[in-house]
Every structure is written in C-alpha cells, then in structure tokens.
C-alpha cells in the first residue's frame, strides 16, 4: 500500500519507558487471554503479536504453552520482528492460536484486512481484543451469593463521528480508530472477522471496561502435523 496511508510502524512512544509499566489492567488482560486459551481445543503453540511488557508470554510459558512473540518495535524485545499485516515468515497453521491484543487499532484501517487475514492464515483460532470508544460509565451488582454477577457498561463519545482511518487521533496519538466508531461498530467489525473467521464467542471485558473481546477459528489454516 502506498499514497498518503501510513504504514505500520512503531508507536509514538519510548518503547523501553513504556515497557516498563504494568497496571491491574495487564493482570486483567493476561487472565482473560489464559481464559480464552482454553476453549481453543488443542491449543499448545501461540502466537503473541505484541507482547508489550510481557506478562502474556510469561504466563502462557508458565502453564505449558510454546510461545513466539512477535512485534514491530525491537524495544519490545520480540522473538520475530515485522508487521501483522505481512507475516509471510511463518508457514500457513504455523499456529495454534495467534493473540493480538489492543494491536489491529495502532494500524490504518486499510491495513485492517490484510492483517486479520493474515492471523488466519498463521493460526488455526484466534484471540482479537479491540479498545471501546469513549469514556466507560458501569453498574455492577455483586450481591455475593450464587454468582451472580450483573453489569451495566456505558460507552460516552460522539456516536456520529467517524474517524477517516488513517489519522491517528486516538489515544494521545497511537489509534487510528476504535471500536464503536461510525463504520467501526460492534457488526462492522463482526462482519469483517466474519471473512476470515467463525466467530466462537464476543464479549466485553467486565472488568476492563475499555475492551471488547473476541474469540476467532480460522477459516483458512488448518492444524498442522507436529
């Protein structure tokens, strides 16, 4: 791609700075994926496509999975560098599972197709987790007996706005689009991932309001032979 669309790059941040932190949100984040993990029958490699401060990694290894991280920013310290969009070093169902987790959004919106593609192509399912739009009002009750677990998320921004998806405006400057966005709802989204996946289930995050969940079978790799 060319013209005045942006190509994949690093984020407009000190990579090593930024490395360095870790919030709750990390620890809510990695569990979540563990979660997801599991319902992916089989599931032994992963892919990690930005392993940020790299939690995810460290866990998934901890409990037994072969992990491959992957990034564009070398301050990342990543097993393979390169692009979601181009992941032609590795081999069609290289993967069990690829992860990309608050990734797709550092992208154009051009480059979101070909990227998603390309995570069919590498594994055989998928965890995608995109940022929600806006600020984030919830009622939760927890009444502490049987489970019960009852919540109520309000997404606040600007529901007629929509971003041309090759500005990053978003998030101090690191998203070119978020989910929720005119063009960029819920079902837009669905129907894109739709292309290249069965959507096994989608869900937001009810203890990280910012991100809505989806767990993805390739219709394109099929489970190599180890």
Not at 47 to 71: A, H, I, K, M, N
Not at 150 to 169: C, Q
Request: glycine residues 8%; aromatic residues 10%.
């Amino acid at each position: 791609m060319s013209g005045e669309v942006p190509e994949p790059g690093k984020m407009p941040v000190d990579g090593e700075a930024w490395g360095q932190e870790l919030h709750l949100s990390n620890f809510v984040n990695c569990y979540n994926q563990y979660r997801d993990l599991q319902t992916c029958a089989g599931t032994r490699t992963v892919l990690v496509v930005g392993p940020g401060q790299g939690l995810v990694p460290e866990v998934l290894r901890w409990r037994g999975y072969d992990v491959t991280t992957f990034d564009i920013d070398p301050a990342f310290r990543p097993d393979v560098r390169g692009s979601v969009h181009a992941m032609t070093m590795f081999a069609a169902g290289q993967f069990d599972a690829v992860i990309a987790s608050h990734v797709l959004e550092h992208l154009t919106v051009p480059y979101l197709n070909p990227s998603l593609k390309e995570i069919a192509r590498v594994g055989c399912y998928a965890l995608i987790y995109l940022p929600v739009a806006g600020r984030h009002c919830q009622v939760r009750v927890m009444p502490g007996f049987k489970g019960i677990d009852l919540s109520m998320i309000i997404d606040l921004f600007n529901r007629f706005h929509k971003p041309d998806g090759v500005t990053p405006r978003y998030a101090q400057g690191q998203h070119f689009w978020e989910l929720g966005m005119r063009g960029l709802r819920v079902r837009d989204i669905r129907r894109r991932l739709s292309q290249f996946f069965d959507v096994l289930s989608a869900y937001r995050n009810r203890d990280w309001t910012p991100s809505h969940n989806f767990v993805l079978r390739s219709k394109i790799a099929h489970r190599r032979e180890s």
